[in-house]
């Protein structure tokens, strides 16, 4: 079992900057890749980014290349999500999850993590 406690969700103004974190606990960490997802309400979740379990290997989605970016730091069961340019309509709840390892589904796919967070809210104004 793996435990996930996402941080750092905040309200902030159009092209603020945030960083989320997602610690984890439990099983050995630095041995699967992580991914980062959001729901807007009355929306269904959303990818936005992965990260092998190297942190070698970065995935994004095409609405945030170039002002996302995840990284990883295996000593402290940790995973980062630095979002700059925020737009308001990259308001939504964020959420980290950890990949399968026996997926054949490609990094995007929300059914390819076994377990998730509990979310933290992102709010941009405009």
């Known amino acids: 079992q793996v435990q996930l406690v996402e941080s750092g969700g905040a309200l902030v103004q159009t092209g603020g900057s945030l960083r989320l974190s997602c610690a984890a606990s439990g099983r050995a960490f630095s041995s699967y890749a992580m991914g980062w997802f959001r729901q807007a309400p009355g929306k269904e979740r959303d990818f936005v980014a992965a990260?092998?379990?190297?942190?070698?290997?970065?995935y994004y989605a095409d609405s945030v290349k170039g002002r996302f970016t995840i990284s990883r730091d295996n000593a402290k069961n940790t995973v980062y999500l630095q979002m700059n340019s925020l737009k308001p309509e990259d308001t939504a709840v964020y959420y980290c999850?950890?990949?399968?390892?026996?997926?054949?589904?490609?990094?995007?796919?929300?059914?390819?993590?076994?377990?998730w967070g509990q979310g933290t809210q992102v709010t941009v104004s405009s």
């Open positions: 990260i092998s379990w190297s942190g070698d290997t970065s």
């Open positions: 999850a950890v990949r399968r390892r026996d997926t054949s589904y490609g990094y995007g796919v929300a059914s390819s993590y076994a377990y």
